[in-house]
């Protein structure tokens, strides 16, 4: 498994969440894509995390910059 951080924004108003990659790539971003993803949330309902559902048809790869929980770089 691959391990990185990230950066989170919530804006109420609009009740939007951004999740930046803390080893993301710096923009103009060439594509965007919509995905299913799966949310856990903890005992009061706050979100806990995001899993990106993948399978074989979504070809998404870690940033370059990114290590894996041995300690090697994946890049």
Wanted: charge should be negative; aromatic fraction near 6%.
């Amino acid at each position: 498994m691959i391990r990185g951080t990230a950066d989170w924004r919530y804006e109420p108003r609009s009740r939007c969440w951004y999740v930046a990659l803390s080893e993301r790539a710096d923009p103009p971003y060439r594509q965007q894509k919509v995905v299913e993803a799966v949310l856990d949330l903890d005992k009061d309902g706050r979100l806990a995390g995001i899993e990106i559902i993948g399978g074989p048809k979504l070809l998404i790869e870690p940033p370059l910059r990114a290590v894996s929980e041995q300690g090697s770089s994946d890049a």
